[in-house]
């Protein structure tokens, strides 16, 4: 939809491409960046992050457990940093396998959080463009992304790789672990990179259905985004992206707790709702219900799921295609494509500055500040 | 004569394919000459054994992986410890065999069978019978 062009909705648009090329460096990146004996002997592994990156970590924690057998947790910098239990670090030699994700590895709760994590033992794994950051600089081992550059927007570009990331990360854990042949680990490489060509034939119905929304849900005081499992992170990711790209309210719930909490809310006629939920989602049923109760509620709706109408008996909404790839594991690749659509278009229609442009009242966290500048405590 | 046969194989198996062999052989036409057994893979071998006891196929594999164990310190880390100890047994085991074949058929001894080896697997497998007249 050329009318709202912009920087973001031209990353989303990259995406396709993005998805080959960046393949092609991270493959061989993850298959070497820890040795088999450093793959044996993790027992337990904590993904961590902020931002964008936590919701990676979200994205992909179903896939460490459901590829490795190896119990896996997400746990955000600040907790990790602050709160997380001395006894449970360093134990078993240097368990968890510590995991932490961010591009440019200067935010400063993750390099808290790695200090800390490495101070009291463990192992960390750094994921990051940056090998002189702080995150770099701390980690014991860096799985180093190369981006390459783009206009400047909120991450999409970047999440996509942080998905990626992790995910050959987990399909080469349990590689070397038996949990599969490596023909199998070599199909589920193929359907990461298929889902290239997946995205590239559905964007542009994506992207005219989203200029649709948008344009109803411009005006909108508040956004909700809803999910479950590895959807939750989309659902995460989106309210995110309305945030930074449009300045507007947004919030982000799982799909059980939608019905204890959010759908409360008064105004429901102007609450744009975002509902992600593939069919192949244990927790489809309750997505389905919801789908039902928010009609009631009469709340605007709009569904990103790999299925259609007819597996929401028919309800109406607005239902956005997305990928349907051969492994579930893989479809947070692709599946947050329209909401940073959505938010790219909102943005535009309205008129507002990614970020307030750092500006006015924003102006203290111009270059990253509200997030690099901040004291670390190591405990 | 050339011919090739695909076997899909388990995880660490045996596979006799010595009726395979002696049926290539047969149908060649070839009365003197030799027949070469051959597998186009780094981690699957080609060996002669005695069938008569199948717990003697047992015996081998663990001295094989006695004398090559499954472990995690291999140098070569691109693949899986599977596939390093994999690339070990086949390269000292070896990949083919070769065979007399005398007035027609194949000359085996009375306690020789011909076995396809697979060191890694599951793995869609092929090996190659190659039939040559004197």
């Not at chain 1, 989203?210 to 990711?237: H, I, M, N, Q, R």
């Not at chain 1, 919801?290 to 259609?308: C, E, F, Q, S």
């Not at chain 2, 596979?15 to 009365?31: A, M, N």
């Given at each position: 939809?050329?009318?709202?062009?912009?920087?973001?909705?031209?990353?989303?648009?990259?995406?396709?491409?993005?998805?080959?090329?960046?393949?092609?460096d991270l493959?061989?990146?993850?298959?070497?960046?820890?040795?088999?004996?450093?793959?044996?002997?993790?027992?337990?592994?904590?993904?961590?992050?902020?931002?964008?990156?936590?919701?990676?970590a979200?994205?992909?924690?179903?896939?460490?457990?459901?590829?490795?057998?190896?119990?896996?947790?997400?746990?955000?910098?600040?907790?990790?940093?602050?709160?997380?239990?001395k006894?449970h670090?360093?134990?078993?030699?240097?368990?968890?396998?510590?995991?932490?994700?961010?591009?440019?590895?200067?935010?400063?709760?993750?390099?808290?959080?790695?200090?800390?994590?490495?101070?009291?033992?463990?192992?960390v794994?750094?994921?990051?463009?940056?090998?002189?950051?702080?995150?770099?600089?701390?980690?014991?081992?860096?799985?180093?992304?190369?981006?390459?550059?783009?206009?400047?927007?909120?991450?999409?570009?970047?999440?996509?790789?942080?998905?990626?990331?992790?995910?050959?990360?987990?399909?080469?854990?349990?590689?070397?672990?038996?949990?599969?042949?490596?023909?199998?680990?070599?199909?589920?490489?193929?359907?990461?990179?298929?889902?290239?060509?997946?995205?590239?034939?559905?964007?542009?119905?994506?992207?005219?259905?989203?200029?649709?929304?948008?344009?109803?849900?411009?005006?909108?005081?508040?956004?909700?985004?809803?999910?479950?499992?590895?959807?939750?992170?989309?659902?995460?990711?989106?309210?995110?992206?309305i945030?930074?790209?449009?300045?507007?309210?947004?919030?982000?719930?799982n799909?059980e707790?939608?019905?204890?909490?959010?759908?409360?809310?008064?105004?429901?006629?102007?609450?744009?709702?975002?509902?992600?939920?593939?069919?192949?989602?244990?927790?489809?049923s309750?997505?389905?219900e919801?789908?039902?109760?928010?009609?009631?509620?009469?709340?605007?709706?709009?569904?990103?799921?790999?299925?259609?109408?007819?597996?929401?008996?028919?309800?109406?909404?607005?239902?956005?295609?997305?990928?349907?790839p051969?492994?579930?594991i893989?479809?947070?690749?692709?599946?947050?494509?329209?909401?940073?659509?959505?938010?790219?278009?909102?943005?535009?229609?309205?008129?507002?500055?990614?970020?307030?442009?750092?500006?006015?009242?924003?102006?203290?966290?111009?270059?990253?500040?509200?997030v690099?500048?901040?004291?670390?405590?190591?405990? | 004569?050339?011919?090739?046969?695909k076997?899909?194989?388990?995880?660490?198996?045996v596979?006799?394919?010595t009726?395979?062999?002696?049926?290539?052989v047969?149908?060649?036409?070839?009365?003197?000459?030799?027949?070469?057994?051959?597998?186009?893979?780094?981690?699957?071998?080609?060996?002669?054994?005695?069938p008569?006891?199948?717990?003697?196929?047992?015996?081998?594999?663990?001295?094989?992986?006695r004398?090559?164990?499954?472990?995690?310190?291999?140098?070569?880390?691109?693949?899986?410890?599977?596939?390093?100890?994999?690339?070990?047994?086949?390269?000292?085991?070896?990949?083919?065999?070769?065979?007399?074949?005398?007035?027609?058929?194949?000359?085996?001894?009375?306690?020789?069978?011909?076995?396809?080896?697979?060191?890694?697997?599951?793995?869609?497998?092929?090996?190659?019978?190659?039939?040559?007249?004197?």
């Amino acid at each position: 939809m050329k009318k709202y062009d912009n920087p973001m909705s031209r990353q989303v648009e990259s995406l396709p491409e993005l998805i080959e090329t960046q393949y092609e460096d991270l493959e061989p990146k993850a298959r070497k960046v820890l040795s088999f004996q450093e793959i044996y002997n993790i027992q337990k592994i904590v993904l961590t992050g902020c931002g964008d990156s936590l919701a990676a970590a979200m994205a992909t924690k179903h896939a460490f457990e459901m590829l490795t057998g190896i119990p896996t947790e997400v746990v955000t910098a600040i907790e990790l940093g602050r709160f997380y239990c001395k006894k449970h670090l360093g134990i078993d030699c240097r368990n968890p396998l510590v995991i932490a994700v961010s591009n440019s590895g200067n935010g400063a709760r993750v390099s808290e959080a790695v200090q800390r994590a490495a101070k009291h033992g463990c192992f960390v794994l750094g994921v990051t463009g940056n090998e002189q950051s702080p995150l770099g600089i701390h980690s014991d081992k860096i799985l180093k992304l190369c981006i390459p550059p783009f206009e400047s927007a909120p991450g999409t570009r970047s999440y996509l790789v942080s998905v990626m990331a992790l995910l050959l990360l987990a399909i080469r854990f349990g590689e070397v672990r038996h949990q599969y042949t490596m023909d199998q680990a070599m199909d589920y490489r193929a359907d990461i990179k298929n889902q290239g060509e997946q995205l590239r034939a559905l964007l542009p119905e994506m992207e005219d259905a989203c200029a649709e929304v948008a344009e109803a849900w411009k005006e909108f005081p508040c956004y909700d985004f809803v999910g479950s499992g590895f959807d939750y992170a989309t659902a995460w990711l989106g309210q995110a992206k309305i945030l930074e790209a449009a300045g507007k309210f947004a919030m982000h719930i799982n799909t059980e707790e939608w019905f204890h909490l959010n759908f409360f809310a008064r105004n429901a006629r102007e609450m744009g709702t975002v509902l992600v939920a593939n069919t192949t989602s244990p927790g489809h049923s309750r997505a389905r219900e919801m789908v039902k109760y928010a009609n009631v509620l009469h709340r605007p709706l709009l569904v990103i799921t790999d299925g259609g109408a007819e597996d929401f008996e028919g309800e109406k909404a607005v239902y956005i295609k997305v990928p349907k790839p051969k492994y579930p594991i893989t479809m947070p690749l692709t599946h947050f494509a329209p909401v940073c659509l959505l938010a790219a278009y909102i943005a535009e229609l309205i008129g507002e500055t990614y970020g307030r442009g750092c500006e006015g009242d924003w102006s203290f966290c111009k270059g990253g500040a509200g997030v690099t500048e901040s004291e670390i405590i190591v405990d | 004569m050339l011919k090739n046969f695909k076997i899909k194989t388990k995880y660490n198996d045996v596979y006799d394919i010595t009726k395979e062999v002696r049926q290539t052989v047969e149908e060649s036409g070839v009365q003197e000459g030799i027949c070469i057994v051959y597998n186009p893979h780094s981690t699957a071998g080609i060996t002669v054994y005695s069938p008569w006891d199948p717990d003697g196929f047992l015996d081998l594999d663990e001295e094989i992986r006695r004398l090559i164990p499954t472990k995690v310190d291999f140098k070569h880390q691109h693949d899986t410890p599977q596939d390093a100890a994999g690339h070990v047994k086949s390269a000292l085991l070896g990949i083919s065999n070769t065979f007399i074949v005398h007035e027609g058929k194949l000359l085996l001894g009375g306690s020789q069978g011909i076995y396809f080896l697979e060191f890694d697997g599951p793995r869609n497998r092929e090996y190659f019978v190659k039939v040559v007249s004197d």
